[in-house]
């Protein structure tokens, strides 16, 4: 079953603006990942958060995460074109070996 | 390097003819996953290997069989095709075990399969 569940499903905001996507989970976990995916490709792996941490930042991705509230939020500040893509997280749980457990995904476009 | 890479890109089979997806990956990694995608759907856990000679079940495994017989290569086989199990697959590797858990995987483009 899926572990996540991203909101929105679509999000479209024009060149520039900033990109919110949230994902929520339903156990606890040992990490949370977020992985961008273009058409037609596979999976890059974006940044990664782990269960004690609170927010973490590469470049101008903000990850956020509240284990109490079993969520966690994706920022993409002053979006480009490049940026349209699938966004998933993924968490891993137990001892992490046996894979990673999706959600459905954000399909982010920007609009030039 | 190459990193991830599997084989073929695209395939399209009858029902009920088999057939075998190959995963390399050249980074010397010990976990390596198979997954499928859907449309609308994240990825799902077909199988896994924590090591060369062992394999183990994910989420979906029905109607499929994997083989580690090499560290660097993982097959997913599909010994008699359904239309069920149009999909789209990606493999998937970590690197040392040690920290696993705290490591992101390694994906390859995936194999576009249609059965018909």
């Known amino acids: ?24 989970y339903k156990t606890s976990i040992n990490n949370l990942q977020w992985y961008r995916q273009n058409s037609g490709r596979g999976l890059v792996h974006l940044i990664l958060i782990r269960s ?15 284990t109490s509230k079993k969520s966690s939020s994706l920022l ?3 979006s480009r074109a490049a940026d349209t893509a699938s966004y998933f997280c993924a968490t891993t749980s137990g001892g992490g070996a046996d894979g990673l457990t999706f959600g459905k995904g954000t ?6 | 390097n190459a990193g991830v890479t599997q084989t073929p ?14 995963c390399a990956q050249d980074m010397n990694h010990e976990y390596m996953y198979w997954y499928r ?15 060369e000679g062992t394999t183990a079940k994910g989420e979906v495994p029905d109607g499929y069989n994997v083989s580690r017989l090499k560290k660097q290569n993982f097959l ?25 858990s705290n490591q992101p995987q390694h994906f390859g483009d995936g194999t576009r399969l249609s059965i018909l």
């Open chain 1, 1 to 24: 079953s899926q572990q996540g569940e991203e909101d929105p499903q679509a999000l479209s905001i024009q060149e520039g603006e900033n990109a919110t996507m949230n994902c929520s």
């Open chain 1, 52 to 66: 004690n941490e609170r927010e973490k930042h590469s470049g101008r991705l903000r990850v956020t995460l509240d």
């Open chain 1, 76 to 78: 993409i500040t002053a």
């Open chain 1, 107 to 112: 399909h982010l476009i920007i609009q030039p």
């Open chain 2, 9 to 22: 890109k695209f395939r399209v089979l009858k029902t009920g003819q088999s057939m075998t997806l190959l």
């Open chain 2, 37 to 51: 995608q859907d449309p609308g759907m994240g990825l799902r856990l077909i199988h896994y290997s924590v090591g």
């Open chain 2, 76 to 100: 997913l086989g599909l010994e008699s095709a359904a239309p069920s199990q149009t999909s789209v697959y990606f493999c998937a590797s970590i690197s040392s075990p040690q920290g696993y």
